[in-house]
DNA sequence: CATCGTACTTACCGATCGGTAGGTTGTCAA
DNA sequence: TTGACAACCTACCGATCGGTAAGTACGATG
């Protein structure tokens, strides 16, 4: 099914954000067709079915996420540094298009119901780039894949949730207020980012 | 519709379960009345419309939420010992009942769409209360209600964010190294927590 | 000019969605 | 004994769901 190149990337930029703000039962072919401009036969024409579909848009994503980790492992050499710039720059593309982590979370809320997806989860080379890292850090014998997940998981959670409850945050407090709270969150990651670095043992990247 | 409260309570959870598992769009009628053991008619004549059934789903978990406020605000004097309570006690039920957690995260996502819903949302006195016992910390001149909210929610992030990831978590790592991360993550939650006391300024209940 | 594949179209399909209408049954107070 | 009401039931409703079948418009290639 081939499409031109860009004209198939913004088709999956709008399904992305239908199926993030709707979730995947949420939105129908029908909604997302129609979005898309064209109508569900011909969006059925192209992608073949509604799971094909949302297969793609989520590893749009995973790819996505992994491709940040990689470039800030290739920027810095101290894990330290490569860690800071990994959590930096994931949590700057979840902001400035939330859909993706909006889907993700999704990912994780549903799938205990869709399991006919295969075993392997999309986000697994993504978070085990992050947890190498870490174990670098410390030094890999002092710290198994399970901790060190351990640790980076309140990490991920404080960025998401923030992320994910844009709409929420801004309807109750006004947008001013929200907007300062975008404004500010991100020196929290870092001195959260920095207290782990702390617990790890130090090197460079030091606080403050 | 009278209905013994016990009874009713019985359903309640059922629907709360099916609803966390599958959202609001997801569950339909008749799963719930299914997993209910009745018939879909049966559950309409009980509950009125579907969203009336969720509405009371919704406020029953919120009020939960806000009882371990209270109790941990009545338990202890000084606002630090009530803040790590409070966190403490709605991670430990958040995790023994993680579908509430998740129909938390679920109502965050879907805000954007599901809007009839009446404007103030349902966690607000939650957070509201938590926002008060950090001010109160800080010394109330010295911190916004919204400076106190990004402080807290990188927390609220960490817990709800692992809860919510406990299937894909066991299914990615084996049960035997979710159940460690289960038996450690609580510790990384006192640690942020006095960590952020610390950023507050000190008083009693302090670190290791 | 013929033909072949792409990119659609209209016309459907059975299943399921939330919800309504109108009984039937059982319990309990008057 | 009767009447009222809660607690169901069967039988529907129109709308929408994901998906299929079969045809059409059209540009490129032989």
Do not use: C
């Not at 031109?4 to 949420?26: H, I, K, N, P, V």
Request: charged share 25%.
């Amino acid at each position: 099914m081939p499409l031109r190149e860009d004209t198939r990337a913004q088709l999956l930029d709008s399904a992305t954000r239908l199926f993030a703000s709707r979730g995947f039962y949420g939105a129908s072919l029908a909604n997302i067709a129609e979005a898309l401009g064209l109508t569900k036969q011909a969006l059925l024409h192209h992608f073949g079915r509604k799971e094909k579909l949302y297969a793609e848009v989520l590893s749009r994503i995973s790819n996505r996420m992994l491709e940040q980790i990689d470039a800030a492992r290739a920027q810095y050499d101290s894990p330290q540094d490569q860690l800071l710039a990994a959590m930096q720059s994931v949590y700057a593309i979840s902001e400035q298009s939330p859909h993706e982590t909006r889907i993700i979370v999704r990912e994780l809320l549903d799938s205990e119901r869709r399991t006919e997806q295969v075993h392997s989860w999309y986000l697994q080379p993504f978070l085990d780039s992050l947890v190498d890292i870490t174990r670098v850090i410390a030094g890999k014998q002092t710290l198994t894949k399970t901790d060190a997940l351990t640790k980076i998981y309140p990490l991920l959670g404080a960025m998401s949730y923030f992320i994910v409850s844009d709409v929420v945050l801004e309807q109750m407090y006004g947008q001013a207020n929200y907007r300062r709270m975008r404004r500010r969150y991100p020196d929290q990651i870092q001195q959260q980012v920095y207290g782990l670095l702390n617990s790890l043992g130090s090197g460079s990247a030091s606080a403050e």
